[in-house]
T-cell receptor, first 112, second 113 residues
Framework: EAQVTQNPRYLITVTGKKLTVTCSQN?????MSWYRQDPGLGLRQIYY???????DKGDVPEGYKVSRKEKRNFPLILESPSPNQTSLYFC???????????FGNGTRLTVT | AQSVTQPDIHITVSEGASLELRCNYS??????LFWYVQSPGQGLQLLLK????DTLVQGIKGFEAEFKRSQSSFNLRKPSVHWSDAAEYFC???????????WGLGTSLAVNP
């Protein structure tokens, strides 16, 4: 089944403790992206990747890192999480930047 | 600046009633247009898209949308709503050379039995 898999679904952590949210897609998609979703603010893009080893900042990249060493994986790294990064995070992929996106089921992160 | 507006934050309809969700965009050229649906606890799923051609597009789950260039709109419609349509609906516009997606803030749909 074609899908985007994010892990974990839920994560509670403390300020400053490094964490990684994994994202994997099995559709051989070139384009991958991370979004955060907050009430009243909609979806905001954090980082995106047009292809392997090519990543670029989205609208709200501060406090996040990504890597794209393989086509299928696009982990999101929070080196030193802060409470303002408490949010619902989505990974998405598509054939190309202008193609319809396939979304994962989300990761709800709470930073205390 | 490019933008997408979904004027209705929340809409409630009765099951079986018709539905129209509004989406207006600001972009100089013809954009790529999308509607996505987010069911509770789920990721977003593509309902339909418009790239070019026929301005009335059909999507999944019985939804359709019409691109009106003169009104810069891409409204989503469904003739008869089912209780399972209760969800959050997002309009998105692909703009610029790399077609970066610009998202509306969403419309929350509640369906009364």
């Amino acid at each position: 089944e074609a899908q985007v898999t994010q892990n974990p679904r839920y994560l509670i952590t403390v300020t400053g403790k490094k964490l990684t949210v994994t994202c994997s897609q099995n559709m051989n998609h070139e384009y991958m992206s991370w979004y955060r979703q907050d009430p009243g603010l909609g979806l905001r893009q954090i980082y995106y990747s047009m292809n392997v080893e090519v990543t670029d900042k989205g609208d709200v990249p501060e406090g996040y890192k990504v890597s794209r060493k393989e086509k299928r994986n696009f982990p999101l790294i929070l080196e030193s999480p802060s409470p303002n990064q408490t949010s619902l995070y989505f990974c998405a992929s598509s054939l190309a930047a202008n193609s319809p996106l396939h979304f994962g089921n989300g990761t709800r992160l709470t930073v205390t | 600046a490019q933008s997408v507006t979904q004027p209705d934050i929340h809409i409630t309809v009765s099951e079986g009633a018709s539905l129209e969700l509004r989406c207006n965009y600001s972009y100089g050229a013809t954009p790529y247009l999308f509607w996505y649906v987010q069911s509770p606890g789920q990721g977003l799923q593509l309902l339909l898209k418009y790239f070019s051609g026929d301005t009335l597009v059909q999507g999944i789950k019985g939804f359709e949308a019409e691109f009106k260039r003169s009104q810069s709109s891409f409204n989503l419609r469904k003739p008869s709503v089912h209780w399972s349509d209760a969800a959050e609906y997002f309009c998105a516009v692909g703009a610029g050379n790399n077609r970066k997606l610009i998202w509306g803030l969403g419309t929350s749909l509640a369906v009364n039995p």
